[in-house]
């Protein structure tokens, strides 16, 4: 098919020209002594993403998934027990996750569509007067189902029942675009991955660590090996790493940061409401509606229902065999009766306006009841009266 595949994805999401170019490196030395000039700057710069000053920033040649296993095995004992809130695909494999390697899990289920439940969750913490709780795993940015957790809530909670638990938080597709703090919100974890916000191929498990949380990892007797925290900090206070780095990746972080800084954070997370908020209006104008309840709405993927007569992955292939669009699909429990919409990353007013017209189209040929335009419409008013 002439013209290119448009990727609205929640991840991987579109790579920047510069980006890719800044990839484009020979491969090189990485014990020379010119690699710490690279790495270091990197890992200080990838603090101010994840807004801490207290905590330390590592890379791991992996994705986000290892990113969850480093978290847990670096700081906890087995048969620790973690508390979760399962309300997504990506809150349940967390949770899969830490019961496959031996934790003790408590996890909640909280529908679909909904967040981390604060009250619950300080009543619990309360309850648990003899602290057997270990971690709190929050999910910040379901993205199955495009809800955004409150995690400077989740901290007043654990504040409110003086609970010494860590609070890990996967922040893979929202660090990056979705406003995070890591200092503000005392996060002993912070999760995220090269391939959504910071718009890279996969392979870079991108993490930051707390104090106390890595004194556990000095403490802790959970064995591990390739995902040892210690190796980093041993070798990264050098500008060096346990083992080879993927030097491309690094060198497209670097730009990538660049960016970021660039736009400014604050600018970023803006823009990222802005596409996701003419998204929303595009969908309440063809008359769906969105998994997410009020309050949870995602600014980096939109999951959007299907009526129960029609089956979303008949808007996906459509989307995608005719008009060359790539949407994202619905996850186990709703797989076909949502597809998603990523606004993630490295998107503007008009690479939005592509996904609606695509979907658009995709729903007319698959029966729905829309006004042609009507979503269409709708985004480019709201996106003209925003622009800057
Ligand atoms: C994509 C994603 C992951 C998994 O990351 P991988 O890089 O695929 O291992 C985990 N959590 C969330 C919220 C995600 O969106």
New binding site residues.
Partial sequence: MAGRNHLYI??PTNVPTEVSNAMRVDMEDHRSPAFPELLKPLLQDLKKIFKTEQGQAFIFPA????G?EIALTNTLNPGDKVLIYRFGQ?AH??MDMANRLGFEVECHDVAWGKGIPLDALEVRLKEDNDHQIKAVLA?????STGVTSDIGGVRLAMNAANHPALLFV?G??SIASLDFRMDDWGVDGAIS?S??GFMLP?GG?FLAFSQKAMAACNTNTYPRCFLDLKDHINTNKDGYTPYTPSTPILHGLRKSIDLLLEEGLENVFARHHRLAEGTRKAIAAWGLSLCAQPGFESNTVSAVVVPESKDARDVIATAYHKYNISLGGGLTEVAGKVFRIGHMGNMNDVSMLGAIAGVEMALLDNGFDITPGSGVAAAIEYYRATAS
Avoid: I, R, Y
């Fill in positions: 929640p991840g994705t986000g998934t290892a969850w990506f494999l967390w999910t910040h940015n379901e993205t996967d893979v597709s991955g391939q959504k996969a498990a």
